[in-house]
Nanobody
Framework: QVQPVESGGGLVQAGGSLRLSCAAS????????LGWFRQAPGKEREFVAA????????YYADSVKGRFTISRDSAKNTVYLQMNSLKPEDTAVYYC?????????????????WGQGTQVTVSS
């Protein structure tokens, strides 16, 4: 079992950048699909981006394409979400999750292991 632990959230101005980190606790992320999700107040949790640890295949939600980049560092056993050109609508609690599925997944139900979340607030 792997336990994702997020960090890097904070307050930024619109147009700014922020990088979130998701480190593995308990074991490595190798063999997992890692996904980033976010949930704003009053809204459902939504998919942001995902990456297959071994193949580096990635998938992005349309709302963040061209602005966000998901990547991983095997030496640090960490997955990152680089967020550029941030908008107020990006404000949410961001969660990192791990899936044992062989393919990229955008459905939250496909992920068995979840972090506690990190708050990202984008001011106008």
């Amino acid at each position: 079992q792997v336990q994702p632990v997020e960090s890097g959230g904070g307050l930024v101005q619109a147009g700014g950048s922020l990088r979130l980190s998701c480190a593995a606790s308990g074991r490595t992320f190798s063999g997992y699909c890692l996904g980033w999700f976010r949930q704003a107040p009053g809204k459902e949790r939504e998919f942001v981006a995902a990456i297959r640890w071994i193949s580096l295949s990635t998938y992005y939600a349309d709302s963040v394409k061209g602005r966000f980049t998901i990547s991983r560092d095997s030496a640090k056993n960490t997955v990152y979400l680089q967020m550029n050109s941030l908008k107020p609508e990006d404000t949410a609690v961001y969660y990192c999750a791990a899936s044992l599925g062989a393919t990229l997944a955008s459905e939250s139900g496909s992920y068995a292991y979840w972090g506690q979340g990190t708050q990202v607030t984008v001011s106008s």
